[in-house]
Structures are given as C-alpha cells and as structure tokens.
C-alpha cells in the first residue's frame, strides 16, 4: 500500500529553533507538495517541486521557510528561525506529473506548535 | 486565502439521510476534486472530475463537475457514522499547473 510518509508527526518548539519536516512521496511520483493547514486559512500551497526541480515557492515566507528534495525520495521543509504563527499542521503531497489529470496524494502531516 | 466558496460549513445529520455539498468559484476550473480528511490525518481523495457535466461515483458517493465548470457538488447518499470528517473541494484552473485551490472545507457530523 503506497503512501506519502512525513515524519515527525508531531513537533512542539520554542520561538527561534529549527525546524526540519521530511516528506517520503509515493515511490514513482515526480511532483511534491509542502502544504500548510490552519483554522483560518485552511489549506495553503507552499512549494511544489517537479522532478525534484522547485517550480513555485510563491505560497512561502522566504525569509524563514526553505524546502528542498535532496533526492527522488526525500523532501524537506525548514523553518529557521521558526515563530509561533508558523504553528499549524504541514501537509506534503505527491502526484505523477500528469498535468490536469494528476491527483495529489497526501502524507499524514507533521503537527507544529512553536511557543 | 480560499478562492472557492465551499458550503455548508457544517452539517449534523441523522445516520441514513443523504447528504449534499458543494463548491463555488468567479472563475472557470478545467478539474475538481474531493477530498475526505479524517481527524488527525492527511486528506484523502475521494472522486476526480476532468469534464464539464462529468458525474462519477464512488461508492455512496457522488460527484458532479458543473456545466458551467465553475462549481462542483459531493452527494453521499445512506449517510453512515464513519462519514463524519471534513470534505473537501479542490480545483485546478487552467493554465495552472498542478495547483491545487481548495475550499474552506464541510465538516460533516452524523448522529447514530
């Protein structure tokens, strides 16, 4: 059974430390997702990363946020230095790259609260 | 912030009654999806709609991509317990890659 993998599920921290979420997509699929969800702006886009290749990051603070996908299986999502509004629960996604056919697939998420 | 109008926000609802949703957008949308997302986890697709007029099921559920392609509606017929969640609608406008837009969310309640 083929999922998105994000670890840590949970994360607490204090105002000004990193954070580094990571993101396992469904082996196979070429495009990533970093979403973003809180109870006033549900679901944001943050990044998305075709064959590894970052194609929009328009959706992140570029002061604080990065993500990466160092290889075909790994994506990550920092925040440095992280402040308590980045608390909420970050949502990465896969898909195959197939354009206006393609459906996203998501991880369970990683739950951040900074204090 | 949402470009869809998603509604109702919240329904609470007797197990066996059918139940309907939808999605609303100003512009048009060449794919609508809806998504389940259960607590504490990721959102998990329930139907994909790529043509106008398109109706698919799945199960007790039912999914419509508007003539007009700029809504989409979710019907989920003998609704049960495990039905309570948040449903979802995403769509993709043209020219916009794999971007996904989501609405605000449904949060379905179903009493026994």
Known sequence: ?115 | GQQLNQSPQSMFIQEGEDVSMNCTSSSIFNTWLWYKQDPGEGPVLLIALYKAGELTSNGRLTAQFGITRKDSFLNISASIPSDVGIYFCAGRRPGGYNKLIFGAGTRLAVHP
């Open chain 1, 1 to 115: 059974d083929a999922r998105v993998t994000q670890t840590p599920r949970h994360k607490v921290t204090e105002m000004g430390q990193e954070v580094t979420m990571r993101c396992q997509p469904i082996l196979g699929h070429n495009t990533v997702f970093w979403y973003r969800q809180t109870m006033m702006q549900g679901l944001e886009l943050l990044a998305y990363f075709r064959n590894r290749a970052p194609l929009d990051d328009s959706g992140m603070p570029k002061d604080r946020f990065s993500a990466e996908m160092p290889d075909a299986t790994l994506a990550t999502l920092k925040i440095q230095p992280s402040e308590p509004r980045d608390s909420a629960v970050y949502f990465c996604a896969s898909g195959l790259g197939q354009g206006v056919l393609e459906t996203q697939y998501f991880g369970p998420g990683t739950r951040l609260l900074v204090l």
